[in-house]
């Protein structure tokens, strides 16, 4: 099965397997190269709200983030990763079938989901050429090679929100029963995800026999919820409601702010660029020659709200992905058939090698070094008793499901950002500072007030009792902080013991540079 160059400008030409077992099968495979491969830092939920979690409720040991504690989440989606972990437990496997296992799960996640998104697109458009540009377009995304095969919430959103969309009917059925409790999970894992159902309800609530949609839809949603209780019950330990927490942080209080907050534009000027990258012009282009009015008003009320909310991050619009892929896949074909053959064929293959170039460098070069880290330094320590101190802003590596090392052989501890729990709205946020930033605010100020002193003499230290930190074997933080630790540790027994490279460019300009490793001589 091979394209050639006459058949590059005709899409229907492009080949893919006839039967859904053997699109999945292709799909699993290349997901699998994907998933297993990526080496590289995207955002920290990708660990801490999704494997740490779920390290923790088996092993037993780790660190649980103030959401957990709280029980803001659900545990729904930390729960795939259970029986893996379980596994690994039971039959004492090694270290890398802890490390692999589960980003096998997330390739078996995103080989659902673009599946079903393939099918999706047979159900939109009976039209050849787009069903098969639209899959290639999906397989060669950077964002998705980047972003689809991470453990983050947000894609197995996107897989489910996939699925849920290709079952559910154009009229009320026994179809819109299996879609809805599918996307009643998903509201479970993301509450938001309720926004793309809004344009779908509302139109087989116009159309269909009304008494049996509301009451499907309040017995869909019980059971759904009574899964959900029963799933945290067994992580919590007690009957917990997470959403409702979710709901009064994030929207209530408004304070998800903490994290961050963008301008009301990030999602049209920000977020779709960074998602679709090469595609973005033919996405423009398939808005304007592509009618499907009920697609754009699902895209639009997501991208408004999602815009009145002030913490804003791209993965929150990727269940949207395969709306923009549709809009891009159609715009592209109207700008091929309007060039010559041969200019077409070499613009097909100028964006698939740049994609794949992108996709490489994404998922093997940039930010490499925060996962590099944890492995070089459980190979360094062995079997012996040591101590790791991550001087870094917080989360910035991920945890025990990465160093999987017991706390009574190895002591690692990092700086924390615990957002102010206790203010009831947003409006203080600007004066609360938490662990990350007092450091950086302060280096020496926070070192000299929480570490005992490096010189020889300690005897003035220990008139001031305990220290919230000790030194540690391993000291580790970025290259923004070298001339710094450098100097304060100029006369202590710490030397530089080893760098790695991390990254060439960053958007947080505490993160810029390799990671170094001091260690205590």
Known sequence: MTITMAKLTEPASWPIPETDAGLFTLILAIRLANSLSINTFFQADEYWQALEPAHYQIFGYGYLTWEWRQGIRSFMHPLLYVPIYKVCQILSLDYAYLLYLPKAM????????????????????????????????????????YCYCRSFSNSLELALTTVALFLYPETFGVHYIYSMAIAGLCCIIRPTNGLIWVVYGLRNFYRGPRLKIIISTILIGIAVLSVDLIVNRYFYGSWRIPYIKFLDFNVSKNLSSFYGVSRLDFYFLQAIPVILLTYLPYFMIGLLVKKSRELKLVLIINLLVFSLIQHKEFRFIYPMMPILLFFATHGMLYA????????????????????????????????????????????????????????????????????????????????????????????DLATYRDESDEFYDDMPGFLQRNFPSLTADKSKDETKGPYPHTWPEYLVFFESLEQ?????????????????????????SRRTGDVIIYKLN
Not at 106 to 130: H, M, R
Request: proline share 5%; aromatic share 16%.
């Open 106 to 145: 997330n390739a078996l996640i995103c080989a659902v989901g673009e599946t079903f998104q393939y099918k999706l697109t047979c159900k939109w458009t009976q039209d050849p050429s787009v069903r098969r540009a639209m899959f290639y377009l999906s397989l060669f995304s950077p964002f998705n090679w």
């Open 336 to 427: 091929l058939r309007k060039l010559k053959p041969l200019t077409s064929s070499s613009l097909i293959l100028f964006i698939a090698l740049l994609n794949t170039a992108m996709a490489f460098y994404f998922t093997q070069i940039h930010e490499s070094g925060v996962i590099t880290v944890t492995r070089y330094l459980r190979d360094e320590i062995g079997s012996s008793q040591s101590s790791i101190g991550f001087l870094t802003p917080c989360h910035s590596t991920p945890f025990q499901s990465h160093f999987h090392l017991h706390p009574n052989q190895v002591d690692i501890w990092f700086l924390t950002c615990e957002p102010p729990l206790q203010l009831s709205s947003s409006s």
């Open 484 to 508: 710094f630790m450098k100097e304060y540790l100029r006369n202590s027994s710490y030397s530089e013991h080893h760098r790695i490279f991390n990254s060439r460019f960053h958007w947080d």
